[in-house]
DNA sequence: GTCTATACACTGATAGAC
DNA sequence: GTCTATCAGTGTATAGAC
């Protein structure tokens, strides 16, 4: 019977198929954009014909669009630390390291969600009207009861979330600026240290963050 | 003998048109990126027809590269406050506030410059490595004085501009998430002076801004 | 300087043999 | 499930009349 077995090896040859087809999209879009991207290109990168991808995925769009809900789940995941935190200083403390850890090891992805978003989401929209508000009406929740506890300034919510996304995707996004700016050079494990404790410092201060109520 | 007059009213027209042109560009460059932006759509926006766009710029690549090239010269001068100011209250915080009120006026010239940076700079590098390494070079010099002056704490200069930057053209770049966030509702003046203080309010308190040594 | 018509290249997607 | 060959559609760019 050898139904079975032919069933499991398909599906792990798909498994296989897809990952490296998203690997290989996710990278292709991030420097190229949507419009830029080509089939042809994901194609080479992923080490497979043109037709497979359209097998796999019937259309670009249908690519795209998995890439991108691929990394906003890793973004929403980024914030497991903030919810079980005593306070904002190792609350938000442990928020901006995931999310600078993120923009070093995935910029890829960083870059495909901004691009996204830049041309005014046109695929995930509902995502952002409903997971996305909602996720950040919780935190900006979250942040309230610091204040109400007085455990940092009254600094508004949002806005500081804001900083905390601009300024840590900053890092991936706009990576190669930065880069050329170091002499051309990618930050090494120092420099890399050394902007995330700036980046906390920073904005932990600019809040007056502490560890109980004054 | 018409030559003169004839070749004013040429000037002129071209003037005229070229401005179109470059600001109907901006506008589908940022919302479709290089790729996804046609010299079709261009045209229409510019209410031209698309041959025109041809007879001013030779090619699509030449037309995207002014456009690049127009933005990054309002960045530079939006620094102009940063140069004569006494310390970091003044020169910090009136350099906020420009690059805030260029992301409320000029959202599609940040957005362009952005997909540009992410796109690894195809087409300004050379500026990157010349232009903005020495604009950097001599605002990051800046900002040491004031160190050593005792008007700040002692902050990587490079990531607090980094910070800078990445928070103000945050609500440029993506004003479309932040408005979703807000309702469906773009910002309000109130909006965009509580958006400026409390980006202002916590570098400031971030680096520990004082008037004089302490 | 303007604009219609068109050449030429490329891309996303599919058909159909293996 | 794989892959070659190909189609239909679109995009940049240009030629040439006005």
Redesign the pocket.
Known sequence: MPAVPRTIS??I??QE?EKLILEAAEKVFAEAGFGG?????IADVAG?????????F??????YRQVVESIFHDWLDAAAYFDDAEGPIDGLGAYIDAKMEISRSHPAGSKVWASEIMHRAPVIQDYLETTLRDWTEDRVAVIQTWIDRGLMDPVDPHHLLYMVWATTQHYADFGHQIETLNNGQPFDDDQWKRAKDTVKSIILRGINARARRV
Chains 1, 2 share one sequence.
Do not use: D, G, S
């Not at 991207?37 to 290109?41: D, E, G, K, P, Y």
């Not at 019937?58 to 690519?63: D, G, I, N, R, Y």
């Open positions: 398909k599906k040859i798909r198929n991207a080509t089939m042809q290109l497979l014909p043109k037709a497979n991808l359209h097998y796999y019937p259309t670009k769009e249908a690519l």
